[in-house]
């Protein structure tokens, strides 16, 4: 994969891209620029801040759109549900789904 090397800025100062290569200016929308990237840490975890956050470093970076824990955990137990309906209905074994789910479930609710 090739390295990132610049950040797409809207014209609210907001990164809404990532590009390893320069894009001409004619190409980019009104009141958009890219600003030079290149070294910075995790440079696509930096889609959705401003600009002013590419000089922070990681453990100071605000993560947008983290799960939390419950949420996570939550979201695992539908995709095992899910699939637990599924092979019921297929009439496949889930006795190891049904542990799997039963092991999210109860860390869920220890939560």
């Known amino acids: 994969m090739a390295k990132i090397k610049y950040a797409e800025v809207n014209s609210s100062n907001v990164i809404v891209g990532v590009h390893n290569y320069e894009i001409p200016a004619a190409y980019l929308p009104t009141g958009y ?3 030079d990237i290149e ?3 995790d440079p696509t975890g930096l889609v959705g801040q401003t600009a002013d956050k590419i000089t922070e470093t990681l453990d100071k970076r605000v993560i947008l759109n983290q799960l939390s824990e419950a949420d996570a955990l939550r979201l ?3 995709k095992l549900s899910t699939e637990l309906d599924l092979k019921t209905k297929l ?3 889930t006795t190891a789904t049904q542990a799997e789910f039963d092991g999210v479930k109860l860390e869920y609710d220890n939560l």
């Open 33 to 35: 620029s890219l600003i």
């Open 91 to 93: 009439g496949e074994d």
């Open 76 to 78: 695992q137990l539908k």
């Open 39 to 41: 070294g910075v840490q």
